[in-house]
């Protein structure tokens, strides 16, 4: 049996808890928590028992960015040497309340989508450093305008997320690599994605290619996959060591534990 826990960032990481000490699988909406000791205490817990947690992270079995994953992780693009992320919403000020995204604000609550994918291209950063500020409306407490940078032995990553930005929101996927790069705007509806390549790669020539995606809704293949894993048709795409990461790199830029 599996339960979906949905509770807000204050409620969850208990929610899920009581879910994970019930014998339960999770499908766990995000962010984890802010208390990375818990977070990982659960998981450990779950995987002693035979249980399974999955991080809601819409963007897992998105067609552009399963492509652009595959491309960056097989070599296809060369050498990764930076990624750019940009996950932007408009909450409206009343809703930008510092108690329900503590230190980090929009970046805490947004941030994870795009650090699942660059922790599953580049692993784990060497140095995180956030900019975490609160620029147009003042709310106090909250974090609206905001930028992360993750620094690798050979590789840089940056995501920036604000919460104003007028809709629809232009938010874009970039990966840049010694032989191509792949660009994705907007996110959704994805229509297509830009590649360009210094050389032909396989079926792609050298120049810029513009391929088509295939429509999907957000949390559909999340679902089938994670239902599948719960009766032992395949194993998870993403492992717990994985889900673990992603929080451990949202929280080390957040401040909510130390970096390094």
């Known amino acids: ?141 909250f974090a609206n305008n905001t930028l992360g940078v993750f620094e690798y032995d050979d590789a840089i990553a940056m995501i920036d997320v604000a919460a104003m930005e007028p809709t629809p929101t232009a938010r874009r996927f970039e990966v840049y690599g010694s032989i191509g790069s792949a660009i994705m705007e907007p996110m959704e509806p994805a229509g297509t994605l830009r590649l360009t390549l210094a050389e032909s790669r396989g079926q792609y020539p050298a120049g810029v290619s513009i391929i088509d995606l295939e429509p999907r809704p957000r949390y559909v293949a999340s679902l089938e996959a994670f239902i599948k894993d719960i009766r032992g048709e395949k194993k998870p795409d993403r492992s717990l060591d994985h889900e673990l990461l992603v929080q451990e790199t949202l929280l080390r830029a957040t401040g909510h534990i130390p970096d390094g």
């Not at 826990?5 to 808890?17: M, Q």
């Not at 932007?88 to 230190?103: G, K, V, Y």
């Not at 980090?104 to 450093?129: C, E």
């Open 1 to 141: 049996m599996a339960i979906s826990s949905e509770g807000s960032n204050l409620e969850s990481l208990d929610h899920s808890e009581e879910i994970i000490a019930a014998g339960k699988h999770i499908f766990y909406d995000k962010p984890a928590g802010d208390d990375y000791p818990r977070f990982e205490s659960m998981v450990n817990s779950a995987g002693e028992h035979g249980l399974l947690v999955q991080l809601g992270y819409m963007f897992r079995y998105h067609d552009g960015f399963v492509r652009i994953a595959d491309w960056a992780r097989s070599g296809f693009l060369g050498d990764v040497f930076a990624i750019r992320g940009h996950m932007s919403t408009n909450l409206p000020q009343e809703r930008q309340d510092p108690r329900l995204a503590p230190s980090g604000g929009i970046f805490y609550d947004l941030a994870s989508h795009m650090l699942d994918q660059v922790v599953w291209i580049l692993g784990r950063p060497n140095k995180t450093t956030a900019f975490l500020r609160e620029d147009v409306t003042k709310t106090d407490g």
